[in-house]
């Protein structure tokens, strides 16, 4: 168990609707990353947020938003949602911005799959 | 841009050595981060090198050399349990991992 929590585990939807995926990091970790893993794909990062503020942006398309509150956990917002969102989104967290290893503990991810 | 290139497959047997590679065209690169991934699940943290040379850790060892943009994950003793994707990443000064395809390795008996 990573300590990183994401909910729900799974998602089913339909074309053109919206959803929200929530992670809570582990304790005391500032940073938050959104990923997305299509089947058999690597994981592409999505955004990274840092106490708060967003720090990084990635391949994220516009119909996605993500957010981090004032108690450290985040929420990805996905919209209009199309059959290619379909993938595993995973949440990860670390201790430091930059440094040493920078480990990033992931959560189990939510399984999103649109009809 | 950024771009990691390593081996779609891999297939050992128990007890085995083996090698996956990772050569990587990067700006800001601040290091490799080798993660491990079954099937579906979490993938959680194996390695990392900043600096040109080996990082050993159990049975699982890390190298780099930051002139070749060139990494490798060595695994020892393979064991069944070892079958698994696993993924280099560069890491860039503000922490966030640019993930490779993946390899995928099964472990046979």
């Known amino acids: 168990d990573s300590g990183v929590t994401q909910t729900p585990k799974h998602l089913i939807t339909a074309t053109g609707q919206r959803v929200t995926l929530r992670c809570s990091p582990r304790?005391?970790?500032?940073?938050v990353y959104w990923y997305q893993q299509s089947l058999d794909q690597g994981l592409q990062f999505l955004i990274q947020?840092?106490?708060?503020?967003?720090?990084a942006k990635g391949n994220i398309l516009e119909r996605f938003s993500a957010q981090q509150f004032p108690d450290l956990h985040s929420e990805l917002n996905l919209s209009s949602l199309e059959l290619g969102d379909s993938a595993l989104y995973f949440c990860?967290?670390?201790?430091?911005?930059?440094?040493?290893?920078?480990?990033?503990?992931f959560g189990p991810g939510t399984r999103l799959t649109v009809l | 841009g950024q771009s990691l290139e390593q081996p779609s497959e891999v297939t050992a047997v128990e007890g085995a050595i083996v090698q996956i590679n990772c050569t990587y065209q990067t700006s800001g690169f601040y290091g490799l981060s080798w993660y491990q991934q079954h099937d579906g699940g979490a993938p959680t943290f194996l390695s990392y090198?900043?600096?040109?040379g080996l990082e050993e850790t159990g049975r699982f060892s890390s190298f780099l050399s930051r002139s070749d943009s060139y990494g490798y994950l060595l695994l020892q003793e393979l064991q069944m349990k070892d079958s698994a994707s696993y993924f280099c990443a560069v890491r860039d000064q503000g922490g966030k991992l640019i993930f490779g395809q993946g390899t995928e390795l099964s472990v046979k008996p």
């Open positions: 304790s005391g970790d500032l940073s």
């Open positions: 947020y840092y106490n708060g503020e967003e720090r």
């Open positions: 990860a967290s670390s201790a430091i911005n930059s440094g040493t290893n920078n480990e990033q503990f």
């Open positions: 090198n900043a600096l040109d």
